[in-house]
Each structure stands twice: as C-alpha cells, then as structure tokens.
C-alpha cells in the first residue's frame, strides 16, 4: 500500500503537546478573567447557515468565506447552505436575535472558538485561529460605564497572562467625528476618507496623513489640517489630553457627547481601581470599521510594539439589525488568541516546557507492576497527577522520557525499598532526591508541588 | 431592510448559557480526570485535506463527510481540497505520524473537539458534536498493562461526572475470534458475519442471532450455535466468567491469549483500585469495528441503559498505516460528550442553573457608581467572580435579574450603610441577608461558598 503524506493542512497553528498545554493555559487564563467579570460562556456551531453569515453586501470578508457542503448535498449539486464562521460578531447576533426572549439583558457573554478566514497562507497569518471575545449587549440602552468595565477586564487579564507590560488605548468615535465637525469637515464621506487617513498614521507619519487630508477628496486646508494632526496627537497624561481636548470644544454637540464619554470612562477605570499606567486616551485610535460608534479600544504591549493590537473592541449602537428589530447596543472586546501565542512563543515569551504529569511512576522491577499501579492510584486520589510506566525498559531511559516530557518527580522502588515501605521520590526539576515513606508519598509531594520543603 | 431570519442550523447543539455553564462544567470535568492519567492535551485543525482523510475505501463515513471550500476555489471550479474531520481517530493517526520524531513513546495524548457528520437531521442525533478521546500509542509493542489503564480512567471521569452508577463491560476480540475457532468458524469472512450477528444480541435476542448463525452464510450447527451464544451469554461475577471461559480453552491459541489479556485488565484494574462492582467482563461485547484487535470496552449507565454505551474504545494493532510504515499500536476510549450530555439533560440528570457570576453588585443609588465599582474590584481580587448592574433601575428589577440568571449573592449598599462603612448581602440561593462591614465582604461571600456560617 502506498503511503499518504501526513501533512496538516496549511494556515493552521498546529502545536506539539507542551506548547498545546502552554496554549491551553493561556486559554484557561482568559476564560478565568472572563468570567471573574460575570461574562456567561456561549458556543455557536462552527457553521451558520450562508444567509445568516453573509448579510453584508460583499467585500473582503466575503471573499475570505469558506463554504461547507455535505457529500449528498454535493452530489446534488446545489449550492453550498452553510460556512465556516469568520468571526464571533455574527454568530453573536444571530445567537440574541434568536434567542433574545430567552436571555437576560444587559447580555454579557464571552465566546472562545476558532473562526476561519480563506487567507493566503503566509508566516504568523492564520487560516483558523481562536478568538476570544467579550461583549454586553443592552436592550434598547446601554449605560457608557459598561464602556469602562472593558479596559478593566483587559487590565485583568493581561496581567494574569504575564506578558510583561501593556497599555490599553482608548478613544472615542463622536469625539472624533466632534473634531472633524470642529475642522470643518461636516461631509460624512469626507470623514469616513479622513477616519482613514488617520488610521494609517502610525505606518505612513504624519507628513503623508496631513498630505492626504488636504489633497483631493478631503481637501482640508493645510493648516487645518496641521492643527487637526496637533490634536490627534496629544500625548502626555490623560487629565493632561482630556484639558487639551476640552480646550477644542466649541460648537460640536458630537465633540462634547464624546469627551463626556470619555470623562466616564475615565472615572470608570478609577473606580475600578486600574492603574493609570497601563491606559491612556490616545486620539489617534480609530478603527477602521463603520461599525463602531463611540469608546474604541486597542491594546499594545510595551516590549512588542510590532506585534500591533493585542485586544481591540469598541462601542457600537446596534449589534443585530440583519435578524431583529430590536435595538441592542453593544460594547465589547476580542482577543486574536491563535496569533497572540504564536508570536508570543516566537519572541520566547511563552515557553511550552511543562507536561499534564506531575509524577512518573517507573518500572524499575516487573513483578512490582501492582504495587506501582497502586502507588499511582494513591496519588491521583490525592489530587496529583500521575503517569505510570509501563514499558519495562531501562531506568535511565525512563527518567528520560520524564525529563523529556517535561514531568518534574519520578518515583522509584525496588524490592529493597517495598520491604522498608519507602520509596524513592526522584526530583528531576532540582536534581534532588528523597527517600519517602510511602504512605506520606503524596502529602510530600503536594508539599514539594506548593513550594515547601 | 427586511430582516432575515436568525436560526441555528439544523442538527447542532446550541445550549442558553446556564446549560452552556453545566455544560463547560461536564467537559472540564473530562479533561480533569484525563490530566489525572498524565494524558497531553493534542488540538488538530477542525479540517484536514480531503487526501488525508478520506483514506478509507467508501462506506458510510465518506457519505457524511462535510467538505470545505474557500470563496476562491469554489470560484476556479475546483474540487475541495478540504473536509472537517468525522472523528479524532483520522487527525490522531495523522498527527502521529507527521509528528512520530518530536514524541515521546508511548504517546498518551488526549483530545477533546468536535467533530462533523452529515447525519440525517434527527432528534438527539447530531451533526455538530464533541468527542473527548484518550490513547496511547507505542512505537512497534505497547504492554497489556496500558489495556487496564482505560477502565480505571472510566471510573474515575464518571465518578466525577457524578451520574450515578454505570457499569464499564469489556472484553477481547482476540479471546471472542478463539471462541469461534473453538466453535469451527474458522474462516475470517464467516467470523466476521458472525461477530456482526452477536452484536445484534440486545437488540434482536438470543433466538434470532441463533437463527442467524446456524443460517446460511454462517452455517453453524445448531447446537453448537446454542452453546456459543451460553458462552456469549455468560453472566456471573468476573471471577466466575473467568473460569466459565477458562474451561473452554483448549486447541486455540488465540482464546488462550485473549483470555491471558482479560486476566491483566483484570488484574490491573484491582492494583489500580477500582471497586468490582464498576466493572464487569461481557463476552457479548464485540464492537462492529474491524479496527478492534484486542480489548474492548462499552460503559452503561445503570438508570438510563437506552441511552446505549456512553463511553466505548479498545486496542487495536496499528494506527497510522495509512501515513507511515512505522508500527503504532494502540489502546483508546472516546465519550460522545455531546450526546451524553443532551441525553442527562433530557432525563433531568444535569440541570443547568448556576451562572458564572457568585455576586451581582447592585445599583441602588447612581450617586454612589463608584462606590459599586470598588466593591466589585475589592470582590475579583479576592477571587471571587463578581458582576456590576448598571443600569439604575427598580431594586426589585435588578433582584429579579440575579436570581433569573442564577447568581448566588447581591450586594446592595445606600448612603446610609455607606456612612456606616457595611453593605447588605442578600444569599439569595438561601432567602437571607446580612450586615456585612465592607472590609469584611470578601471574605464572608467567600465563606457562604465554601459552606460555613
């Protein structure tokens, strides 16, 4: 028989078993954030039905769709009915349109699956990849401090990941869209073009955005345009950029909607006891999409600024207008968890070095193999967990095989030590070994697990 | 806009979140008991290439197969390149083989994902579901040892699971294939009719499968027929089958090996220390599967035995021939969680009716926001997951809310008991309140939990 190239499909993180235990972690630890803030856990099926997935008229997403046909379906040559979800937004709308008189609101849920985009397959981009999203959804209304639940919830988490420093970046769209009012760009069109402008400001400079707005299209004034670039990049605290922006108010009810909202946001985080280095207003935050309509959200961390936002989100008015009626404001956050590991593991911030085993139980003489079993039941029902070696094989090699694994103690006993009713408890992780009593084998363990001696 | 209908595809399970909570609970439940036995967590892409995975010949499996295709290939007229995966057997085989030189042997790895069949759509029949895998695989031999290893993770996953009592029956295909030798069904294709029949012994009984045998095709003499179907029927405590089996060895070596086997899982199963009574040898146990080589396992619930086996797998001799020529056997189990959990549902087993949440802070006067926030901060430090309302709506409105969603405790705090530095806690789940100092919270809540006063 010929053999069939084993070869996991492209555009895919794919992890061996330690890495998959430091990604599980990681996961682990998001989830726990999540719900330390009372989110309720949601899971959508991998596919939706095409009519439910494809609303929006076109564009890149549509293009990047995968679509899901059973075999009879095929055969009958109809259509594709369902696809791959491209990201949780949709599936969350669906999942509140349909079962909106079941839920109670303000609707707070976290979802952590994998979502598939059609990408071309390139290094760090990824076909399938976990998100991992956090949104409430009001009925009709949604107070603006739930806007300042989302930095706090950001701040938790990055924090329990450990990944070293992060700042949170917030703005606000009515502010901006204030401030464009404010430099005479009233043109909705004209704004959606300078919105993105502003958002290449970090990749082109600020030479090219102010260029681009006084050109054709926007046309601004230079110096208009100038000082428009003077505001979007403020630096310097936040009570210092929320004096500086206040100082611009004037005539644009948006503007001061939106420094209100921001005001909020602020107390908000005092409140909740953020400290104040890790967020900071930053004007210059604009998110691409239409779909969000004030506080907007990015994270960057403070030793990788090449790897861009690591948690963005925003505030948008109204999450489910494709299936309902019902107006559902919404502010929420998402975590691209796939290609946060993977770049984090790159930079050898994660490091996948640990193994599910706390302890290997080795074979070091057949006729024993009962008492090893027994010895490895003990201390699961202690709570540890334990492998036991089966394989005859030489002990040397079986204390590679722990160490390899990444299993921190081996136990070992012979006949010598089963008369004395000890055994050896072998410490790979300090190179130290013990000589324990076995009826105290897992209390000692644990002990050793937990850092005492 | 005409608004399009929000709706879950057909055949999926999509649980509101208190049952997607007791749900989340069941599959971390699994994955403890699995980590318990030192298993390593394996994620493989939910698609593989269609070469991949449809290596087997036909038959049922490729008719459900869900096949991918992004925008672009559909547009090029190409066939799918992709499928998702129909179970975790096929992404195992290939991810062992892809990876066979960065593991260590024997490779004990679990996996806990959904997998996709195009089912006829069907109550309690799913298209979209979990499978929770456990195997270990070695590299050219795996001991017997590891064959006892299964039903002692059995044991413990569904005590944990804490669904009552369940009966985990296994057997040997090597000891049931000497079995026919010894009964002159000598040639494969007549055994493998006959395993078929005996597999149809619950559900069509003992004379119909005696008919069959001694029919056509199988051809046995009648009295013999009857005599294997005692052998098949034996019932007693496992000593006693043993020895029923023991009698009837003789000219087959197979029967003797397999009987050999049954006496180490036995043998392991009590060093391990599984209580008897949770486990039992069934000679009628023959899993359809010609995958099966050796051991084989099927679990029952003692309350619900139409709910069928709840936890099936067993030993089978090669994994991978299909990627590698290198020899991978094997022993394994898989829980339908999906089904399973539906099924406890449906019988009102597991109910849904916890929430994320331990604490809902309560909005009783909007002048005091801050004051909430820094509660609920004080609250998650402690460790304890603890929600803010919002919206400054009727005290009973938002009473209501916490005990719909199934939070356990509300905090509410006026101006008064703010100046008397004490909030009230309401144990909703126990219809009381108390005065609490504020500095004082945390750990009160965090005692109501833990059971004390």
């Keep these: ?11 895919v993180m794919e992890l061996l078993p330690k890495d998959q235990i430091a990604f599980q972690r990681f996961l682990d630890t998001i989830r726990r954030g999540y719900e330390r803030f009372g989110f309720l856990p949601v899971e959508t099926p991998v596919f939706e039905t095409v009519d439910v997935l494809l609303t929006k008229t076109g564009g890149e997403t549509e293009k990047q769709v995968y679509f899901v046909q059973s075999t009879g379906a095929r055969q009958q040559g109809k259509d594709a009915e369902l696809a791959l979800r491209f990201d949780l937004t949709v599936p969350l709308a669906r999942y509140v349109a349909e079962h909106e008189h079941d839920l109670a609101f303000p609707f707070r849920r976290y979802q952590m ?7 071309r397959a390139q290094k760090g981009r990824f076909r399938e990849f976990y998100q991992c999203d956090i949104d ?32 949170i970046n917030f703005n606000n769209r009515k502010m901006l869209a204030g401030l464009f009012e404010t430099f005479s760009i009233e043109d909705g069109e ?33 110096e208009l345009a100038t000082r428009l670039l003077d505001a979007i990049g403020l630096t310097g605290t936040n009570a210092e950029i929320m004096a500086a922006l206040g100082a611009m108010a004037g005539r644009s009810d948006l503007f001061a909607q939106g420094l209100a909202e921001l005001d909020a946001v602020l107390a908000g985080l005092k409140a909740l006891k953020v400290p104040e280095e890790f967020y900071r207003i930053n004007p210059a935050i604009a998110r691409g999409l239409d779909y969000y309509t004030g506080t907007v959200y990015e994270t960057f961390l403070n030793d990788f600024p090449g790897v861009g936002s690591v948690c963005s989100g925003g505030r948008y008015d109204n999450l489910a207008s494709h299936y309902t009626k019902s107006r559902l404001p919404g502010v929420g956050i998402s975590i691209g968890a796939t290609r946060l590991f ?29 008492d090893y079993l027994a010895i ?32 921190r ?19 790979l992780g300090k190179g130290e070994q013990h000589d324990v009593p076995r009826a105290e084998l897992a209390e000692r363990v644990r002990g050793l697990i937990d850092g005492q001696r």
Excluded: C, W
């Excluded at 699956?113 to 990408?119: A, D, I, K, L, T």
């Excluded at 409430?136 to 919830?153: F, H, N, R, S």
């Excluded at 029902?381 to 722990?402: C, H, M, P, R, W």
């Design 1 to 11: 028989m010929s053999l069939i190239q084993a070869k996991t499909p492209p555009g």
């Design 113 to 119: 699956q994998r979502v598939y985009r059609g990408e």
């Design 136 to 167: 409430v959804i009001g009925k009709d209304t949604l107070p603006v401090a739930y806007d300042a639940e989302m930095p706090a919830v950001i701040y938790h988490v990055f924090r329990e990941l450990d990944v070293g420093g992060f700042t």
């Design 190 to 222: 004209r704004r959606k073009l300078a919105l993105r402008e502003i958002d290449k400001l970090d990749k082109i400079g600020r030479d090219k955005v102010i260029e681009s707005l006084s050109g054709e299209g926007i046309g601004l004034d230079r």
């Design 342 to 370: 993977y770049q984090l593991k790159e930079a050898g911030v994660i490091k996948g070095d640990g193994s599910t085993s706390a302890v290997l139980v080795t074979q070091l003489d057949p006729a024993l193999s009962a």
């Design 376 to 407: 490895a039941a003990e201390l699961r029902d202690a709570g540890i967990n334990t492998e036991v070696q089966f394989e005859a094989s030489k002990i040397a090699k079986q204390l590679k095989y722990a160490d390899r694994a990444g299993i």
């Design 409 to 427: 103690f081996a136990v070992l006993m012979g006949t010598d030590e089963q008369a004395r009713g000890t055994v050896t408890l072998k410490d």
